[in-house]
Nanobody
Framework: QVQLVESGGGLVQPGGSLRLSCAAS????????INWFRQAPGKEREFVSA????????EYTDSVKGRFTISRDNAKSTVYLQMNSLKPEDTAVYYC?????????????WGKGTLVTVSS
């Protein structure tokens, strides 16, 4: 089993920044990728970004390219999502998921999510 705990969400004004963290524990050797998804009120969950657990591959959905950066600290078993130039449409619950890599891969483990609200 792998346990995932997200943190770092909160209320931020448009144009501001937040850094989300996803701390992994348990059988992390079984992880291939860590992915961030988000779900806005009344909308379906969507893929945001992904990073391989051991390599250097990353992927982003088009709407966050140039604004969000995903990174990994293996010593801390933690993946970060640096979010800059935030927009109201980025408001959502952000989830990290472990398993495959990318929007169509199978995810085997999910965190409980952290709420990001972008509002003035």
């Amino acid at each position: 089993q792998v346990q995932l705990v997200e943190s770092g969400g909160g209320l931020v004004q448009p144009g501001g920044s937040l850094r989300l963290s996803c701390a992994a524990s348990g059988r992390t050797f079984s992880i291939y990728g860590i992915n961030w998804f988000r779900q806005a009120p009344g909308k379906e969950r969507e893929f945001v970004s992904a990073i391989t657990w051991r390599g250097s591959s990353t992927e982003y959905t088009d709407s966050v390219k140039g604004r969000f950066t995903i990174s990994r600290d293996n010593a801390k078993s933690t993946v970060y999502l640096q979010m800059n130039s935030l927009k109201p449409e980025d408001t959502a619950v952000y989830y990290c998921a472990a398993g495959g890599f990318g929007p169509v891969a199978a995810m085997h483990y999910w965190g409980k999510g952290t709420l990001v609200t972008v509002s003035s």
